[in-house]
């Protein structure tokens, strides 16, 4: 992969949760300065890895290093043990050995890298891909609705109740939130980490469809709107990341009520006068 890659996501949800904050109650993220919400980048690549493992069926050189369950060290023992080495013994070129044996067979670590420098150390690697948190375009509302259960967990609970059986809780929604996500692919990393053109066609396309396979009631409806990438002739780059990013630009096509779907929204790109040597490039 020789072009530098640079990119803005859209995607939507409805009356859903997109990311909820453990140090919040599991309130939607948000900017309390601006009521702007927020998705990190962890939570999209989650959905990254989970799809890429789901259609290659976790088989080299597509299996996930990063994924529930899992025990890094001994994923980690498995370049050892690969390679014929002691992990005890290793030493930097050693170390080098299983770092390069991770990125043949870990996507995850090709695409976004990982720091694999624990007890048994794989080294550490700086992936190609990387992404901003995700930012909606408007303030969003973060609605609280009470539920009910009509079972309770344990014998106890149900004689506290005299056989009432009902548990009460609560869950969190957005109404509607159109999000906008950064991101970047250098192709120096990827040279290091052997992160292929192959590589990134499936990225475009589990960014199209992870959505799919990560369907729950407390997300809502989730869907990717826009996909616009800027492919730089030059590895270097033949014009500023942001100066990019800005030329998409989204608007509201109705100020008159609160947005409630994606065609309450104007997506523009301007491609007049380009850099030289910069392609625009509309996945979806």
Known sequence: MDHRYDFVLLFDVTDGNPNGDPDAGNLPRVDPETGHG??????????VRNFVGTVKEEQPPHEI?????AVLNNQHGRAYEALKLDPQKAKQPEVEQCRQWMCQNFYDVRAFGAVMSTK???????????????????PIVSLEHAITRCAVATTKEAEKQDGGNRTMGRKF????????CHGFINPFFAKQTGFSAD???????????????DRSASRGQMAPQAL??????????????HKLQQRVTVERANLESPPRSFADYKVSVNESEMPEGVKVLRKF
């Open 199 to 213: 590589d990134l066609e499936l990225f475009w396309q589990s960014l199209e469809k992870m959505f799919e396979l």
């Open 65 to 69: 290093y990063v994924k529930e369950r």
């Open 120 to 138: 048994v150390n794989c080294g550490q690697v700086r992936g190609p891909i990387q992404m901003a948190f995700s930012r909606s375009v408007d």
């Open 38 to 47: 927020l998705v990190t980048d962890v939570c999209l690549k989650r959905k």
């Open 173 to 180: 929604t957005v109404p509607y939130g159109l999000y906008r």
């Open 228 to 241: 616009v990438v800027f492919e730089h002739k030059d590895p270097l780059g033949n014009a500023p990341a």
